[in-house]
């Protein structure tokens, strides 16, 4: 196997991950390169899951029982993990959510409802980029047609970078919000986090990260990015689906409004009015997602042991290698960065006149898992004059040979359509 400076120990990676292990068409095993889209889950949470529905399963908070007390110091000890994590200030900082997209809805709302000076309205713009996955598009689209703010976002350059060329056109006095992701989930790329904050701190507006592709690859220290709040999801991190995190600084927290009403968030209940819980179960109504913060917890600790430096380290030596060896692909063009420098382990790219969709089925057929079509970000798509992408995305259990096994699948793809 080629080597590589800067890998973990894969083998011994590999085998906490037993879904890596399964053969498919034929006998072939599985190569998984869709890591974008979802992660593996290590034996660790499996067994997390498991333990607490056979041994702490009950409701949280509130009850008395000895389940009830397990599940709500099991579910209360995943915010703990997760809030160290992040090094986020305060454990009452960190939101619970199903996933980032409703994290992101969840800023979006409550900026719709809330009072000055945080409200969204037709005297204010709101500021995001075209790289954006569609939950990042989609809520302030909504929240503009309600409230009449203008919608207003960053280009791109020719080469998947954000073209900030015109930052104090799109961030005025009149921007209340800029979202936008610190990794692009199509093309790989890192955003220029600190300039963007530096100018919406100028203007005085609120900043929102979307972490998702980031918060599994990299260390996320909400601190050091500036931002007022941040969202990212379990699933794609060694954790279960149904889990996502909102961290927000707690005087926003404290000042802005609940998103959905319902038990756990309140305080007092009449039937003339309500007062509302504190951060963070002011924002987690009804019966939160229990195992699957469990879950999550146990993604924490699983990725916090093997540190997240090296996982860090890892994927770049893989992207590197896979950036070079996609480049040799005749008629093979990658959509975005084509260094390995200021890139995330996600790689879209197109091969000639294939669509992709047949790309991903024939090398589906030689056991090679990618994903296939716009990602939810079709603007990118649009911006570069393509239907749709192939996109290979690498974790911490991916190998060199799982480049080489994509590459040789690739000249199968060109020899099957000539």
Not at 289 to 315: F, N, R, S
Not at 389 to 416: K, M, Q
């Amino acid at each position: 196997m080629t080597q590589l400076p800067g890998l973990l120990d894969i083998e011994a990676i590999r085998k906490d991950f037993p879904l890596l292990d399964r053969v498919v068409h034929d006998g072939k095993k599985i190569v998984y390169l869709d890591n974008a889209a979802t992660s593996q889950k290590p034996r660790q949470v499996l067994d997390a899951l498991n333990e607490y529905y056979e041994q702490h399963n009950a409701n949280v908070h509130r009850g008395v029982h000895v389940l009830a007390e397990e599940a709500t110091a099991l579910y209360e000890g995943a915010r703990d993990k997760v809030a160290a994590f992040i090094n986020a200030p305060s454990r009452d900082e960190v939101i619970f959510t199903k996933n980032a997209s409703e994290s992101l809805n969840l800023v979006a709302n409550m900026l719709g409802w809330a009072d000055e000076p945080y409200r969204v309205d037709r005297e204010t713009e709101i500021a995001i980029t075209e790289m954006e996955h569609h939950s990042n598009i989609v809520p302030w689209q909504l929240l503009s047609q309600r409230t009449g703010a203008k919608l207003k976002w960053f280009g791109l350059t020719d080469d998947g970078r954000l073209d900030l060329s015109n930052i104090e056109e799109v961030i005025t006095e009149k921007t209340k919000i800029v979202s936008f992701t610190l990794v692009s989930n199509i093309m790989g790329t890192i955003n220029p986090v600190e300039a963007i904050v530096r100018r919406a701190q100028e203007v005085g507006a609120l900043v929102l990260i979307d972490a998702s592709q980031a918060a599994p690859h990299m260390p996320l220290d909400v601190q050091a990015l500036g931002a007022d709040f941040v969202a990212f999801t379990g699933h794609k991190m060694c954790g279960p689906t149904g889990i996502g995190v909102l961290w927000g600084r707690q005087e926003l927290l404290e000042d802005l409004p609940p998103f959905l009403g319902g038990g756990e968030m309140i305080e007092t209940v009449s039937m003339h009015a309500s007062t509302y819980a504190p951060a963070p179960h002011k924002f987690e109504a009804g019966t939160p997602p229990i195992a699957q913060a469990v879950g999550l917890g146990a993604a924490v600790d699983y990725l916090t042991a093997i540190g997240m430096d090296k996982i860090a380290a890892h994927e770049h030596a893989i992207t590197e290698y896979a950036v070079k060896r996609l480049l040799e692909v005749p008629d093979l063009r990658i959509i975005g960065p084509t260094t390995a420098e200021d890139r995330g382990a996600a790689i879209s790219f197109t091969l000639g006149d294939i669509h992709p969709h047949d790309v991903g089925q024939v090398l589906d057929e030689q056991g090679i898992a990618v994903r296939v079509g716009h990602h939810c970000a079709r603007p990118v798509c649009l911006r570069y004059g393509i239907p749709a992408t192939t996109r290979a995305s690498f974790y911490l259990y991916s190998s060199p040979a799982d480049v080489d096994a994509l590459i040789d699948g690739l000249e199968h793809v060109r020899n099957f359509f000539g």
